[in-house]
């Protein structure tokens, strides 16, 4: 029978194993930080037009402000857990990094993997144009642009439109806009939301080009009916948005703003 000193040597043996792989990026499929030469826009551009509009509370900006994913990168038990992850595993950081600050991965500043390097805008977490520029990551359009289709929603496995385009559900945006607008169905869908909060371990996956995340646990019951609430609205509006008058007050939008001051996290915003 083996004694529980020969187990711990055992155990000791696996994680140090662990983390000779974990040394090196951790790889996953989809778009490469730098791939396709992504460069996002600041929040505060997008908060010039989309904020203090007669819309009020209703503007995206507020919403957004409103909500942890504006704050994700710098949330104090985020980054207390980050350092405990590092430590435990060297270098595992850079895949924390990965839906905690999309815009540092995708941009090539999640390494060092404590985030020391994280800029200004990193900060601002899950920004305007992380969502608005995902493509489908399983999607045809999405294989044009990378080498590694991912094989399910997760992990942070996303595609972004390097393009000046903002993806959204109508996509008939009218007046005086510096971007382009496009109609995305996947705007529509869960998996959007799937892709950040869709989580398995990559350690663990034998192929990490075949095997899809596994686990939607990390959808907290709350935020699972926020996302729901916010995307069976965006659904309905979608359907009716050409008879509303003043589209942007439209019902998807103020569920969005509902939706996202929910979620059990937020006692970290009073926090800080
Ligand atoms: C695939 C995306 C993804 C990855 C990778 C990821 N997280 Fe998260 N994390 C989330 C999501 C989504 C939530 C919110 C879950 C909820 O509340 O339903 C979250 C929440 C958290 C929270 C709770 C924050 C709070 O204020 O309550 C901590 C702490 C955290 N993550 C730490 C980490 C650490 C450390 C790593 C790396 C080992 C990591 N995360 C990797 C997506 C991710
Ligand atoms: C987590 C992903 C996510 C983030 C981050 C996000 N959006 Fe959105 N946005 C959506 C989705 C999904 C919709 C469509 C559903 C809806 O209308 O609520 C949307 C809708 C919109 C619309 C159209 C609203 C309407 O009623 O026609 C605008 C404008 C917009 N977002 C701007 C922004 C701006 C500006 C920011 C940053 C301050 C931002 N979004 C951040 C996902 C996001
Ligand atoms: C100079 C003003 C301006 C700036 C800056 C701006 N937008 Fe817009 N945006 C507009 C206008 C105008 C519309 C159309 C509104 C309408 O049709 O009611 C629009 C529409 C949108 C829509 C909805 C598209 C549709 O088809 O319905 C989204 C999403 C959006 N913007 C996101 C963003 C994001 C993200 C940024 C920052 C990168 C940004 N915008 C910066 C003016 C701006
Ligand atoms: C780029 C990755 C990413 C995407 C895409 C994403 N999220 Fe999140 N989301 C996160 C992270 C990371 C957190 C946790 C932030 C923290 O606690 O520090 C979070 C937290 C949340 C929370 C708060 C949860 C809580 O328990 O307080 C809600 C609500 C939420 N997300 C809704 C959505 C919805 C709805 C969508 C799709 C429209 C979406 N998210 C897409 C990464 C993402």
């Known amino acids: 029978m083996k004694s529980a000193f020969s187990k711990v040597i055992i155990l000791g ?62 949330d104090p038990i985020f980054r207390a857990a980050l350092a405990i992850a590092n430590q435990d595993i060297e270098g595992i950081g850079e895949f924390c990094l990965r839906c905690h600050a999309p815009r540092a991965w995708l941009e090539g500043r999640s390494t060092p993997t404590d985030g020391s390097t994280l800029n200004t805008e990193d900060m601002y977490g899950i920004s305007c144009t992380v969502c608005h520029s995902y493509i489908d990551p399983l999607s045809a359009e999405a294989a044009k642009i990378i080498k590694d289709v991912p094989p399910g929603h997760g992990n942070a496995m996303m595609v972004s439109d390097p393009q000046n385009v903002v993806r959204e559900p109508y996509g008939d945006g009218k007046g005086a806009m510096p971007h382009e607008v496009l109609k995305s169905p996947f705007h529509t869908s869960s998996n959007l939301c799937g892709v950040c909060h869709n989580i398995s371990n990559p350690l663990l996956a034998e192929d990490v080009k075949k095997q899809p995340p596994t686990f939607s646990v990390i959808f907290s019951e709350l935020t699972a009916n926020g996302c729901s609430a916010i995307l069976q609205n965006a659904a309905r509006t979608e359907a009716a948005s050409h008879a509303i008058t003043g589209r942007l007050m439209a019902e998807g939008r103020r569920m969005w703003v509902n939706a996202v001051f929910l979620g059990s996290s937020g006692k970290v915003l009073k926090e800080i």
Not at 31 to 47: L, N, S
Not at 69 to 74: G, V
């Open 13 to 74: 043996g696996i994680l140090t194993l662990i983390s000779n792989i974990a040394v090196a990026e951790v790889f996953l499929p989809g778009m490469q930080p730098k791939e396709a030469g992504i460069e996002f826009a600041k929040v505060q551009q997008c908060r010039m037009c989309h904020a203090g509009t007669k819309n009020k509370d209703a503007d995206p900006f507020v919403s957004w402000q409103s909500g942890i994913i504006s704050i994700s990168a710098k």
